[in-house]
């Protein structure tokens, strides 16, 4: 056995670090059931033990990886065989709700969903929302700064999170637990831990933000016939349900096929509709909110903006139309599949699909390129499935990404960088901007040992 894991199971205990065959057991990711490598994976219970951890890693030179609920896209919490993982697991305590200040006090390893949960229960809505909701993590989601189906209303992750406590690469604990909206005094230091995917430092107990819970909800699919349609049924919606308007998931033909297919959802309307959309509303009046929700629904029918539509009745039928948008494993199912998270300003999207569509059907004419996504928030999913080669996954992020330059782009709307997109982070950042986020890390983490080779190579 190594001296560093020795000198990490004397000040855990064996319980606290898993090594050997226990570490094969586990899968790599959500995404990728092969087992874990690593040295070990350690499973601290306590703000302490992380730095504990890590204090022993810094003299020992030892890289880390964390772990939150293993739900991330690309790749940055999959280690390697010469890595320690340090997973959050242990420490899933939801530890205060403050009603009156409309705050959640909470161990990093918490999931969304029980922090979703244990807000409703005192009739408060965490605003945070994403089909991971079962597993992530909210450490995952401070250090991917998540977004997700509410993005319109309440913003990401960063708009939520007030106070966060992190352990950095040698140990020390940063404790900047504020509570409050407003708080000026000096740097903002939380913002170093929100969307750095872990490089900078190991979040372990987080303040969020929680809201009235709405009282009202009105959903509805719809379908449209061409784009402009889809951006001027936004700027509608946005205008007239006056800041309740909290989704709006637009879906192209393809994904709606693709999501209707045999062994997948039942298709609640005809499934040859160029565009769909799943929008919902949230407010305090239930009566007033649905009749104003139906009559708008009713005006876009008459201005021809929309050509079909399904209006839940209960809250299972609305359920079960979220899970067309939400529940896309059929779909993945058997087929090598490069996911995309992408986001450019609305007014240039119809031009970037069709562009998209152009490259990969150059390639491969009989490819499936499904697109969907937070339309209003700019951000687009893309499911490339081409016939499988060996150059495939390179050509195929060549022809999603090359098309963001010229538009102004971003190669990463909600998912991070990692290890997968590290290759295009020029496409959107510029040299200057790369070379500040290689001076922090230089700062925090003078030994590189903080998710080493995610996000860009040191140096
Ligand atoms: C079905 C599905 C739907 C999804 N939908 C969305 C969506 O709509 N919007 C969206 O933004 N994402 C989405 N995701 C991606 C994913 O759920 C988010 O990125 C989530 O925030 C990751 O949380 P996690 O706990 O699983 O993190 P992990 O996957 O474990 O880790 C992600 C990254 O964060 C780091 N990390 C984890 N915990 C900590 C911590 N405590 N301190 C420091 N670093 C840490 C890891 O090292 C890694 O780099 C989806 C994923 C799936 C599987």
Same mark, same amino acid.
């Given at each position: #056995?190594?001296?560093?894991? /020795?000198?990490?199971?004397?000040?855990?205990?064996?319980?606290?670090?898993?090594?050997?065959?226990?570490?094969?057991?586990?899968?790599?990711?959500?995404?990728?059931?092969?087992?874990?490598?690593?040295?070990? $994976?350690?499973?601290?219970?306590?703000?302490?033990?992380?730095?504990?951890?890590?204090?022993?890693?810094?003299?020992?030179? /030892?890289?880390? $990886?964390?772990?939150?609920?293993?739900?991330?896209? $690309?790749?940055?919490?999959?280690?390697?065989?010469?890595?320690?993982?340090?997973?959050?697991?242990?420490?899933?305590?939801?530890?205060?709700?403050?009603?009156?200040?409309?705050?959640?006090?909470?161990?990093?390893?918490?999931?969304?969903?029980?922090?979703?949960?244990?807000?409703?229960?005192?009739?408060?809505?965490?605003?945070?929302?994403?089909?991971?909701?079962?597993?992530?993590?909210?450490?995952?989601?401070?250090?991917?700064?998540?977004?997700?189906?509410?993005?319109?209303?309440?913003?990401? #992750?960063?708009?939520?999170?007030?106070?966060?406590?992190?352990?950095?690469?040698?140990?020390?604990?940063?404790?900047?637990?504020?509570?409050?909206?407003?708080?000026?005094?000096?740097?903002?230091?939380?913002?170093?831990?929100?969307?750095?995917?872990?490089?900078?430092?190991?979040?372990?107990?987080?303040?969020?933000?929680?809201?009235?819970?709405?009282?009202?909800?009105?959903?509805?699919?719809?379908?449209?016939?061409?784009?402009?349609?889809?951006?001027?049924?936004?700027?509608?919606?946005?205008?007239?349900?006056?800041?309740?308007?909290?989704?709006?998931?637009?879906?192209?033909?393809?994904?709606? /096929?693709?999501?209707?297919?045999?062994?997948?959802?039942?298709?609640?309307?005809?499934?040859?509709?160029?565009?769909?959309?799943?929008?919902?509303?949230?407010?305090?009046?239930?009566?007033?909110?649905?009749?104003?929700?139906?009559?708008?629904?009713?005006?876009?029918?008459?201005?021809?903006?929309?050509?079909?539509?399904?209006?839940?009745?209960?809250?299972?039928?609305?359920?079960?139309?979220?899970?067309?948008?939400?529940?896309?494993?059929?779909?993945?199912?058997?087929?090598?599949?490069?996911?995309?998270?992408?986001?450019?300003?609305?007014?240039?999207?119809?031009?970037?699909?069709?562009?998209?569509?152009?490259?990969?059907?150059?390639?491969?004419? /009989? %490819?499936?390129?499904?697109?969907?996504?937070?339309?209003?928030?700019?951000?687009?999913?893309?499911?490339?499935?081409?016939?499988?080669?060996?150059?495939?996954?390179?050509?195929?992020?060549? %022809?999603?990404?090359?098309?963001?330059?010229?538009?102004?782009?971003?190669?990463?709307?909600?998912?991070?960088?990692?290890?997968?997109?590290?290759?295009?982070?020029?496409?959107?950042?510029?040299?200057?901007?790369?070379?500040? #986020?290689?001076?922090?890390?230089?700062?925090?983490?003078?030994?590189?040992?903080?998710?080493?080779?995610?996000?860009?190579?040191?140096?």
């Amino acid at each position: #056995m190594s001296d560093v894991l /020795q000198a990490l199971i004397d000040a855990l205990g064996e319980d606290g670090v898993m090594h050997g065959e226990a570490v094969a057991d586990r899968a790599t990711s959500y995404w990728d059931a092969a087992p874990t490598q690593a040295v070990a $994976v350690l499973r601290p219970r306590s703000t302490a033990e992380v730095s504990t951890a890590l204090a022993i890693c810094h003299r020992f030179g /030892q890289p880390v $990886v964390t772990q939150g609920g293993l739900t991330g896209c $690309v790749q940055g919490a999959v280690a390697s065989r010469q890595e320690v993982i340090l997973s959050l697991e242990r420490m899933n305590a939801i530890e205060a709700i403050d009603a009156v200040g409309g705050t959640a006090t909470v161990q990093a390893g918490v999931t969304l969903q029980a922090l979703q949960e244990a807000a409703r229960a005192q009739d408060l809505l965490f605003a945070l929302d994403l089909g991971a909701r079962g597993s992530c993590t909210i450490g995952g989601n401070v250090a991917t700064n998540a977004g997700g189906i509410n993005v319109l209303r309440y913003g990401m #992750m960063r708009a939520l999170v007030l106070g966060l406590e992190a352990v950095l690469a040698d140990g020390t604990v940063l404790s900047s637990m504020n509570q409050m909206l407003k708080n000026n005094a000096g740097y903002d230091l939380k913002q170093l831990m929100i969307g750095t995917e872990g490089t900078l430092g190991i979040v372990t107990r987080v303040v969020v933000r929680l809201h009235p819970l709405p009282s009202s909800c009105n959903a509805a699919l719809v379908a449209l016939e061409s784009f402009d349609q889809v951006t001027t049924l936004l700027s509608r919606m946005q205008r007239d349900l006056a800041g309740t308007l909290s989704a709006y998931e637009v879906m192209w033909n393809e994904y709606f /096929q693709a999501s209707t297919e045999p062994g997948a959802h039942r298709a609640p309307m005809d499934r040859d509709y160029p565009f769909y959309v799943m929008l919902q509303a949230e407010g305090a009046d239930a009566a007033a909110d649905s009749a104003r929700f139906e009559r708008l629904l009713e005006d876009a029918f008459e201005a021809g903006l929309i050509v079909d539509a399904v209006v839940p009745k209960s809250e299972s039928e609305r359920r079960a139309l979220w899970e067309l948008r939400e529940n896309f494993e059929a779909m993945l199912h058997g087929r090598t599949t490069f996911l995309y998270d992408v986001s450019l300003p609305i007014r240039e999207m119809a031009g970037y699909v069709a562009e998209v569509r152009a490259n990969i059907a150059e390639r491969w004419p /009989q %490819a499936r390129c499904i697109v969907f996504g937070h339309m209003a928030d700019g951000n687009l999913h893309l499911f490339v499935q081409p016939e499988a080669d060996g150059a495939a996954h390179a050509d195929s992020d060549a %022809a999603v990404y090359g098309p963001l330059r010229s538009r102004h782009g971003s190669v990463s709307a909600e998912h991070g960088i990692g290890t997968e997109k590290m290759d295009w982070l020029g496409v959107c950042r510029s040299e200057v901007e790369i070379g500040m #986020m290689r001076a922090l890390k230089q700062a925090l983490d003078p030994k590189g040992l903080l998710n080493p080779g995610r996000i860009f190579t040191a140096g």
